[in-house]
């Protein structure tokens, strides 16, 4: 890290920026296995969010692999790099008063500790969602092959199969993607956040 570097403080606090903006920033950091269910819950939600007038903006685990973290491979040291990168870019999502939402395999218990940690610090809510499907289930799903692939031998270092998952032990939000439908699984996340007051239940539409 350089070390002939100042943090320039601005003159607008998180506080008035959410008052002024009339909505409050935070992270819904979505992890589970691939084909878990993780993008297409992501998406949905992010969709009905911005369309009840709250701003919301997804940053997905393939996605930011094409620009931001094009740089990085799937071994260990790289995959906590890819996390530490993007737990920054959704602090600072966050702190805009955006609701970043994220949609990250992010296998490794440590790597989202200091996500949470680096949110924290800054007192931006960071929500764990926990896209929970077992692994016969997703091997079914498969919608890209890759477990195909991974069990052929054909992809190194494949979370669940020759990589490990460590599954969350408290997430705040653990839905049962091989029980739920994805409009159940959104409404599960919508009601978290209206019970923690994250969002109004006055600015979502209930769909009958």
Aim: charged content about 25%.
């Amino acid at each position: 890290m350089a070390t002939n570097i100042t943090w320039h403080q601005g003159s607008v606090s998180l506080e008035e920026r959410q008052s002024l903006l009339n909505q409050k920033g935070f992270t819904l950091w979505f992890t589970g296995l691939s084909a878990s269910g993780k993008s297409t819950l992501a998406t949905a939600l992010e969709q009905t969010l911005l369309h009840n007038g709250i701003n919301a903006y997804r940053l997905d685990g393939d996605n930011i692999r094409f620009g931001l973290n094009k740089n990085l491979g799937f071994g260990p040291d790289d995959r906590t790099e890819n996390i530490r990168r993007i737990s920054e870019v959704a602090k600072l999502f966050a702190d805009a008063t955006t609701v970043a939402i994220t949609a990250f395999i992010s296998p490794y218990r440590a790597d989202r500790d200091s996500a949470r940690a680096l949110h924290e610090a800054a007192n931006i809510p960071f929500i764990e969602v926990f896209a929970d499907a077992p692994l016969d289930v997703v091997e079914q799903r498969d919608p890209k092959g890759l477990y195909k692939k991974a069990k052929a031998g054909e992809i190194k270092e494949f979370t669940g199969i020759s990589a490990p998952y460590e599954a969350p032990e408290k997430a705040e939000i653990h839905i049962k993607t091989h029980e739920l439908s994805v409009e159940q699984g959104v409404q599960q996340i919508i009601d978290y956040l209206v019970e923690k007051d994250l969002i109004s239940a006055d600015k979502i539409v209930k769909k009958n």
